[in-house]
């Protein structure tokens, strides 16, 4: 590996981007989302009818939220969007 490439991947694992997408690849569902969903049993429905890779893609949406209030919007719209089994507008 070039001297560049080992510098990014310990900035990468010092930074925490290294592993940015573990949980979403797991499928862990972060709390305030599990919490939405559960609290509506059709929206969950509709977020477990997605394919495999649209639950990943949607989880790593959420993950890369910055912010609280981008956060709650991400929420929003995955749950919006699997009761109408779409995905989310902006993803």
């Known amino acids: 590996m070039h ?3 080992a ?3 310990i900035a990468a694992k010092a930074d ?3 592993s940015l997408f573990d949980l979403a690849e797991d499928l862990v569902i972060p ?3 599990e919490q939405a969903l559960a609290g509506n049993p059709e ?4 977020f477990d009818r997605y394919p ?6 949607l989880l790593q949406w959420f993950y890369t939220a ?4 981008t956060r709650r919007r991400r929420c929003e719209a995955i749950v ?3 009761l109408q089994g779409v995905r989310p507008k902006g993803f």
């Open 3 to 5: 001297e560049s490439g």
């Open 7 to 9: 510098a990014a991947v």
């Open 16 to 18: 925490g981007s290294w």
């Open 31 to 33: 709390k305030g989302l």
């Open 43 to 46: 929206a969950q429905a509709g």
């Open 52 to 57: 495999e890779r649209t639950r990943k893609s």
């Open 66 to 69: 910055r912010t609280e209030p």
């Open 80 to 82: 919006d969007a699997a």
